[in-house]
T-cell receptor, first 113, second 116 residues
């Protein structure tokens, strides 16, 4: 069964600092990968996705993620965070066919002005 | 296009009662998934429905059940509520096809259940 690990549970950064959130998954086959974000008081929404092709994918609000197949990783990055990036971030993976979407436990990011 | 709508948004129940939560997916989306979100546990998969058929089921006890109607709307039911069932229940729809779906989910705002 597929599983997802997010190593950082709570991250505190100052504005303009760089961000990298780790995500590793366990599944030997082809997967689709996602990062979702949940801003305070809002519903979960898609930040970016990887299906195939260029392993460096760009999402909304300046976020990007890199798929490294050999490391089973899909880390999320942003060069300079803003206070408005304060949210909880979830990594998710889906194998092919009828497999469910499996989420990590989430990382709470707090950006200090 | 309207998003995923979940009702009720908040509810309080006592142990032993049952609860039914409703989800209306985005128009044209035939797949509906349900997740339980609790602090520290992330999103735990409950089940997925596609064209009125349960296509996937998570590791929850039989007290948790669901169904999907011909218009793709879905309901989930929890019977004999326990304190540990207190959580945010999220519904997500997706543009699935018969052979599966990409996994891109569109979430509702959730139904926050408190069990006293």
């Amino acid at each position: 069964a597929q599983s997802v690990s997010q190593h950082n549970h709570h991250v505190i950064l100052s504005e303009a600092a760089s961000l990298e959130l780790g995500c590793n998954y366990s599944y030997g086959g082809t997967v689709n990968l996602f990062w979702y974000v949940q801003y305070p008081g809002q519903h979960l929404q898609l930040l970016l996705k990887y299906f195939s092709g260029d392993p460096l994918v760009k999402g909304i609000k300046g976020f990007e993620a890199e798929f490294i197949k050999s490391k089973f990783s899909f880390n999320l990055r942003k060069p300079s965070v803003q206070w408005s990036d304060t949210a909880e971030y979830f990594c998710a993976v889906k194998a092919g066919g009828y497999q469910k979407v499996t989420f990590g436990t989430g990382t709470k990011l707090q950006v200090i002005p | 296009k309207a998003g995923v709508t979940q009702t009720p948004r908040y509810l309080i129940k006592t142990r032993g009662q049952q609860v039914t939560l409703s989800c209306s997916p985005i128009s044209g989306h035939r797949s509906v998934s349900w997740y339980q979100q609790t602090p520290g546990q992330g999103l735990q998969f409950l089940f997925e429905y596609f064209s009125e058929t349960q296509r996937n089921k998570g590791n929850f006890p039989g007290r948790f059940s669901g169904r999907q109607f011909s218009n793709s709307r879905s309901e989930m039911n929890v019977s004999t509520l326990e304190l540990g069932d207190s959580a945010l229940y999220l519904c997500a729809s997706s543009l699935a096809r018969t052979g599966g779906n990409t996994g891109e989910l569109f979430f509702g705002e959730g139904s926050r259940l408190t069990v006293l």
